[in-house]
């Protein structure tokens, strides 16, 4: 009888030992996926931010490049007529002042043409980037949210099951 203790003990401490084992081995799976979906969730934030960023620095380019280039040729040339215009007659002295007010608005409609169409497009862009950014994260921790509720389900309901079934074995074992 000694010897069968024995070997029901070597069985029990088995099961116990296998048991504790599948519950490490499931533990470590759910730190894993978890650990792989946060890291998926950096990822996705990491690039739309990267994209946001881009675009925002497009249109800075943009901007620079308007500010040298258009506007400041309009500049200049409302300038150069005004400095030759001033060294003529007195009687043209209205008309050079007419031409520098028509360049100086021309370049102002262009600027406020350009901030309004171009500058409002490329921001309603990055916002609709950052906006898709904020959906996409909240979907990727909801998910992780959810398969971690699951996991930690089919770890309670492995305990119980392993407690239940070690509780009977052992009341049948010594018969309470």
């Keep these: 009888m000694s010897e069968e203790n024995n070997n029901l003990e070597e069985n029990i401490e088995d099961t116990v030992e296998n048991t504790s084992e599948a519950l490490d081995d499931k533990a470590s799976e759910v730190t894993d996926n978890s650990n792989e979906s946060i890291d998926n969730l950096k990822d996705k934030a990491s690039e739309i931010a990267d994209e946001a960023k881009e675009k925002l620095g497009d249109l800075k380019n943009k901007a620079e490049e308007f500010i040298k280039g258009?506007?400041?040729e309009a500049l200049?040339?409302?300038?150069?007529?005004?400095?030759e215009l001033a060294h003529e007659a007195e009687e043209k002295f209205d008309?050079?002042?007419?031409?520098?007010?028509?360049?100086?608005?021309?370049?102002?409609?262009?600027?406020?043409?350009?901030?309004?169409e171009d500058g409002k497009e490329m921001i309603d862009d990055a916002k609709e980037a950052l906006d898709k950014a904020k959906v996409k994260a909240s979907e990727m921790a909801s998910e992780a949210g959810e398969k971690l509720e699951d996991f930690a389900d089919d770890a309670k309901e492995v305990i119980e099951e392993t407690t239940k079934k070690t509780k009977n074995f052992f009341q049948r074992l010594f018969g309470k």
């Design 70 to 72: 258009d506007a400041k």
């Design 76 to 83: 200049d040339n409302a300038k150069a007529k005004a400095s």
């Design 95 to 116: 008309d050079l002042k007419e031409d520098a007010k028509e360049a100086y608005e021309k370049a102002k409609q262009k600027t406020t043409a350009f901030i309004n």
